[in-house]
């Protein structure tokens, strides 16, 4: 354990948060994981535990086999995994796992091993990574409209359109953090008001057809827009079942909780441990445990930005930007859904939340992001490596120089000349064995 410890590069502030984070997941996930068993009749709960353990470890396996890898040789692999990504949501939206007969494909069977798997997710780092490559190459080049379009935009709308069928949510977070990208990365503002009113039009034509087209994707339009109205509708008749029944967990768990194991509405929130397991944590764990929660995601976004500052290359500053902040963002949105400050959207808490794909996915994320620290570390040791040779080197020369001096002074005074300073072994090797 030591010797793998050690072997941990990079940020150790990002390191040690992420463990925290994944430690704190295990108490509500277990508790959580009560209401399939007992409600829904699934499994028990230390195979639930055990399951979820066996997705943080390979959670962190993917973090530590993707920080070995230097991070600019994501730049090509982006380029090479986004058409694969594509082809992956097409397969999908036609093949993928619907829900209670809805058009909501969003996962697929893995072949052989029976785990689903959200494309969407893995889609989100790809096209991030992709927005910051082109960034990182047009930094010193100007930047028009059209060249931009085709290379950058045309790719951001066809993984958009291919999402937003079956995870509206999830579209809507992934154009938003590359309109923030973008902007970071220093993308022109007017085309970048052009192409967020592009965007809208986009949608609003989307949602159009939908509603003219209704057997095309049956229950979603109706499902988005049940949802807003639901959100913005005071009438305690129509507030949507399971934000009812968070806001009482949040409520009932009060300042300091109830305490571990103890909740009661993690028997009638149908996602408990995953959308809804913000709520839980503060019936159990207080308005105190909800708090150090979300201080975490805060401080984790601190370092983010800390880490980004540093970076050396603008590609590995909008690496960090691009893969770190939506992690903090879609944490902000389960807690703002849970307390009714946002509609439902089915985004989960960051490696907190069950799950197996939506774990993986932010773990290599911040592999991603922890090669980026990485390299930073490596730099800064080669110069301090750098600076203690040239210290030793001028210790050297000073010495030498010294000695000059006094040899110089002597002569000058007539006095016996010091023995020179010299590096050069002039005895002669074989008087050793002269005369044996």
């Known amino acids: 354990m030591k010797e793998l410890i050690n072997n941990l590069k990079g940020d150790k502030v990002i390191w040690s948060f992420v463990v925290l984070l994944a430690l704190i997941s295990f108490m509500p996930v277990f508790s959580a994981s009560t209401n399939l068993v007992y409600v829904?009749?699934?499994?028990?709960?230390?195979?639930?535990?055990?399951?979820?353990?066996?997705?943080i470890l390979i959670g962190f396996g993917l973090i530590y086999f993707v920080h070995k890898v230097p991070y600019h040789y994501y730049r090509g692999l982006s380029q090479l995994a986004l058409p694969v990504v594509a082809l992956l949501l097409v397969y999908t939206f036609f093949q993928g796992t619907v829900i209670d007969g809805a058009n909501a494909s969003r996962w697929i069977k893995v072949p052989f091993i029976g785990v689903t798997f959200q494309t969407s997710a893995l889609a989100m780092i790809v096209l991030m990574v992709y927005v910051a490559r082109y960034l990182?190459?047009?930094?010193?080049?100007p930047i028009t409209f059209k060249a931009s379009f085709f290379e950058l935009?045309?790719?951001v709308f066809i993984i958009l359109a291919l999402i937003l069928p079956a995870n509206f949510s999830t579209a809507a977070l992934i154009f938003s953090m590359v309109c923030m990208l973008v902007f970071v990365g220093k993308y022109p503002l007017k085309y970048?008001?052009?192409?967020?009113?592009?965007g809208i039009a986009m949608?609003?034509?989307f949602v159009l057809l939908a509603m003219a087209f209704p057997k095309a994707m049956p229950n979603r339009v109706d499902t988005w827009m049940s949802r807003i109205e639901r959100f913005t509708t005071d009438a305690p008749d129509e507030d949507d079942y399971q934000i009812e029944k968070a806001k009482i967990a949040i409520a009932t768990g009060g300042i300091y909780?109830?305490?571990p194991g103890k909740s009661i509405q993690k028997n009638f929130l149908p996602q408990s441990s995953s959308d809804f397991i913000f709520a839980i944590i503060v019936e159990e764990y207080g308005l105190i445990g909800g708090l150090g929660v979300l201080m975490l995601y805060m401080i984790l976004f601190f370092r983010f930005l800390v880490t980004a500052h540093k970076a050396q290359t603008m590609f590995g500053k909008l690496l960090i930007v691009g893969l770190g902040f939506p992690i903090?963002?879609?944490?902000?949105?389960?807690?703002?859904?849970?307390?009714?400050?946002?509609?439902?959207?089915?985004?989960?808490?960051?490696?907190?939340?069950s799950g197996g794909s939506s774990i993986w996915m932010t773990c290599i994320s911040i592999g991603i992001i922890i090669s980026v620290t990485k390299k930073e570390e490596e730099i800064a040791q080669e110069m301090e490596e750098k600076e203690f040779r040239e210290q030793a080197l001028q210790r050297m020369v000073d010495e030498h120089i010294l000695r000059e001096k006094q040899r110089e002074e002597a002569e000058a005074a007539g006095l016996a000349q010091p023995a020179a300073y010299s590096i050069e072994d002039a005895s002669n090797p074989m008087n050793a064995v002269f005369g044996k």
């Open 40 to 55: 829904i009749g699934k499994g028990s709960t230390i195979g639930y535990l055990v399951k979820h353990l066996m997705h």
């Open 136 to 141: 990182a190459k047009m930094q010193d080049k």
């Open 153 to 155: 935009w045309v790719p």
């Open 192 to 198: 970048l008001g052009a192409i967020i009113a592009m």
């Open 203 to 205: 949608l609003t034509l």
């Open 257 to 259: 909780g109830q305490g």
């Open 328 to 353: 903090i963002f879609q944490a902000l949105i389960n807690m703002g859904v849970a307390v009714e400050l946002l509609p439902v959207t089915g985004q989960t808490l960051p490696l907190i939340s």
